[in-house]
């Protein structure tokens, strides 16, 4: 057996240092067409680590290694069954990606840039997957956050039309909604940023507060009393806590109303989308998400007050922003855009289902006894990620094979392009539920999840719990329609391209052929697993029988007929996102600016003219001068002042004196 922390060193190093060679080639051209390979076999390393990780390492396992131990601040990784599984699909995802990166990027500007970040991003998010302390979460966290910039503004130039988001020149009111590259990086990273801080101090208050088993301050994941941390900080001070902690999550998954940031992502290469929304980033908030609920057990705590409130919270915004990208996406003519709403979309539902775990008993069988509200939102998040890679892909060639990146192709487009039009096929029918395919059986039990909190709500009066299973049967109906979309007007009822260059692409066709075989290995396990057989129990229930044969229709119904042309001003409407931009890149940057022009106007000045020119120096101007007019010189002046001085300290020694 390789000694553990060889194998933990090569799992997150090897990225990265393969990445270092091509860095600094960056002025050889020579050396930069050949050294990708290089980082490429990084990240395959890790893909092998990961796998030694799943197969030989036990489960539950801690490693821990000393980093600052006074502060409980160290090294410590877990090989639980999320990070087993997860560490595993972010590996696999990132090389196939890598291998269809080969080519996609091949005569790309700067090489360097880009290899060297992408393998950053593949080794910080096996950070975040496999780390217990939250710390060190954190600084994988942090990476995630320093590499999306680069990738998602790589083209900073912004002198390809063809990487912006948006229509050129298309303005509604005083805002244009058009995105170059540059800025997509600067919104994302002033996005999260903006999300990352409270998640810090939120990290702090638990380091003061997190005591584990024994008594000792510790700020591992799995060694935490959670239920003790809440009940010391009290009903307040728990709201406060996650809901600072929850900041980071929600803005890392671009969850309402941090969500644009995602969309203006999309200015960045295909390769980074694809990563970006299936196995790193902005999987990474729903993933600490449920990994954190796994250790906190909220349904062991409801008599913790507060707990249920951020449960609660939790729960609509997932709701609320499944329902909201999948409306938005169903106006998208833009591939990339529309796959990266339908991405906020998943993304919601798995906030909204690991949320229900609050009001969920676990079940003996599932992961040794784990909720299986949890568990349905990891297999979900596994089946989005290879899904969506696919789909991200088989855009980025659709791209280049068009240089357009509006959805287009008909039939005889996609007679020329059988192997994408194939994996389309694919990647969608297994994605929106369809049955018997493999999000079907994820998807049956998130409806069982949803219509335990609907029964809950009918007992206990919780009127509220009624309303998720409502939006997740829509917001499955809509996003069915959206996806049957890309695939109907890319290959099948879309516009003849202008352009078509078709040669080429067999390390693209490689890439996404790769990914979407996976669903079917995905489908396999649900079926063998012992913690998966609930899945296939679900599946045969009538509700699930029903939503899926409604999503069946929708689906069909929606290749036949992809646009309607009564609804153009409401898809309109939703192509804009409801107008949420004006949020982001009007209203809050013209309050930032009349705040910073009251704090220089009146702040700053304030602030200089009591310190600096008026009033602290004119108290002491006048007391200077009071001082000056005692400095006579004269003895019989000072010899008033000093008979002045014992005569008040005698009075007030009498008038003392007589008190006592």
Known sequence: MIDDRIVFLLLFLAPVVSSIPIALAYKSKGWTEKLPYLSVFGIFISVLMSLYIFFVFPENQQYAYDWIPDLGINIVLITDYLSRYMGVITAVIAF?????????????????????????????????????????????????????????????????EIAYVGVPKRKVGPLELSWPPSFGGWRAISTIRFGDVPMFFAIAAI????????????????QIEWGTLFTTIGAAGTVILLTLFLMGLLTKSAQVPFSEWLMTAMTGPTTVSAL??????????????????????????????????????ALFIGLIS???????????????????????????????????????????????????????????????????????????????????????????????MKTPFIVTIIA???????????????????????????????????????????????????????????????????????????????????GYVLMASVLFVLTYHIFVLEETEGFVHAGGEILSIGVGGAIFIVYIAAIFKPRITALSKLGTFFNDRMYLPFVNDYILPKTGFFVS??????????????????????????????????????????????????????ILASIGGMWI
């Open 96 to 160: 196939f990606i890598a291998i269809y990166g080969l080519e996609y990027m091949r005569g790309d500007y700067r090489p360097s840039w880009y290899w060297f970040f992408f393998n950053l991003f593949t080794a910080s998010m096996l950070l975040v997957v496999y780390s217990d302390n939250l710390f060190l979460l954190f600084v994988g966290w942090e990476g995630l956050g320093a590499a999306s910039w680069g990738l998602i503004g790589h083209w900073f130039r912004d002198d390809d």
């Open 207 to 222: 380091w003061v507060f997190a005591v584990d088993k024994t008594g000792k301050s510790t700020l591992n994941i799995s």
């Open 276 to 313: 970006l929304h299936s196995a790193t980033m902005v999987a990474a908030g729903a993933f600490v998400f449920i990994k954190v609920s796994w250790y906190i057990r909220p349904w062991e705590l409801h008599h913790v007050p507060g707990l249920e409130i951020v449960y609660t919270f």
């Open 322 to 416: 499944g329902l909201y990208g999948a409306l938005a996406a169903s106006g998208m003519l833009e591939r990339k855009v529309l796959l990266a709403a339908s991405t906020m979309s998943s993304l919601g539902l798995m906030f909204a289902a690991a949320a229900a775990s609050f009001w969920i008993q676990p079940e003996p069988k599932v992961a040794a006894g784990m909720n299986v509200a949890l568990l349905v939102a990891f297999w979900y998040m596994a089946v989005h990620a290879f899904a969506k890679a696919s789909l991200f892909l088989v855009s980025g060639h659709l791209i280049h094979a068009t240089h357009s990146r509006f959805l287009c192709g008909g039939i005889e487009f996609a007679k020329r």
């Open 428 to 510: 969608t029918a297994f994605l929106v539920g369809i049955p018997p395919l493999t999000a079907y059986w994820v998807k049956s039990m998130m409806d069982e999840v949803k219509l335990h909190l609907f029964h809950h709500a009918m007992e206990t009066g919780a009127i509220h719990l009624a309303i998720p299973i409502i939006l997740l049967i829509l917001t499955s109906l809509v996003y069915s329609a959206i996806l049957a979309k890309f695939l109907s007007l890319n290959f099948i009822k879309g516009e003849k391209p202008e352009h078509e260059h078709l040669e080429g692409g067999g390390l693209m066709k490689l």
């Open 597 to 650: 022009h009251l704090v220089q106007d009146y702040g700053n000045r304030g602030i200089d003219g009591f310190f600096n020119t008026k009033v602290m120096p004119g108290l002491f101007d006048r007391i200077s001068k009071g001082i000056r007019t005692i400095q006579t010189g004269y003895l019989k002046t000072y010899i008033q002042i000093v008979l002045g001085l014992v005569m008040i300290s005698l």
